[in-house]
């Protein structure tokens, strides 16, 4: 058995598509700061300039779905800075100025309502390859369907439970996690549903996961 969303528990799920936002003109951009996973990009939005990513809200998460070619993020991309601390898909929008939230919606206000100089906080997804023998037993894992994801609400007793018990931490399966391939399939959350809900033996998640935050 499946455990779904078997709670009702609400998750929110909210899109911004932040090149919206001052649709022209130039800003610009400082030196990096790199900590582990997360570093810091420093931007300055003045009118007429935009931001140039996409934005996925739910759970404790704000992740960054696309970067766009232009804008402020591209900018700071292409300035010199080190691959590793250049904005890309699947990474964490952490803090803005230094104030961040565990609530993901409350982030992504942060950065729509900053103005001018900003330092944004950003870490580095882990992408877990989760192999999972199911053999008829219940997975323990409550899910809720996103646009392009299933997001981890909660684990109980069952084979991920079991699964966490083996692995150091980093690789657990946990709250606010996403899993965006099952058998590697990548689709729609509601297909990826499907393709775990029909799974009775073998099952294989690859994971999202951010470790050592808020």
């Not at 297909?191 to 029909?198: E, H, I, N, Y």
Request: hydrophobic share 35%.
């Amino acid at each position: 058995m499946l455990c779904c969303c078997v709670d009702e528990k609400p998750a929110e799920f909210v899109e911004l598509q932040t090149d919206s936002a001052f649709p022209e003109g130039k800003g610009g951009s400082k030196e990096a700061k790199e900590d582990g996973d997360t570093f810091e990009v420093s931007l300055e939005r003045k009118p007429g300039t935009y931001f140039g990513v996409d934005l996925s809200s739910a759970g404790k998460a704000c992740i960054v779905t696309s970067v766009t070619s232009d804008g402020l993020v591209a900018e700071w991309n292409n300035s010199g800075v080190a691959p590793r601390c250049q904005v890309q898909k699947y990474d964490r929008l952490l803090a803005v100025n230094g104030q961040t939230s565990e609530k993901s919606k409350e982030v992504l206000d942060m950065l729509k309502h900053t103005h001018d100089q900003m330092v944004l906080t950003f870490q580095r997804a882990r992408i877990n390859e989760v192999k999972l023998q199911r053999d008829g037993k219940s997975l323990g894992i409550h899910l809720k369907d996103g646009p392009h994801f299933l997001l981890v609400l909660g684990v109980e007793d069952g084979v991920v439970k079991d699964y966490n018990k083996s692995v150091p931490h980093p690789f657990q399966v946990v709250s606010s996690d996403r899993i965006i391939a099952v058998d590697g399939f990548e689709g729609s959350g509601a297909a990826l549903m499907d393709k775990v809900r029909g799974s009775d033996r073998e099952l294989s998640l690859k994971v999202l996961a951010w470790r050592g935050s808020v």
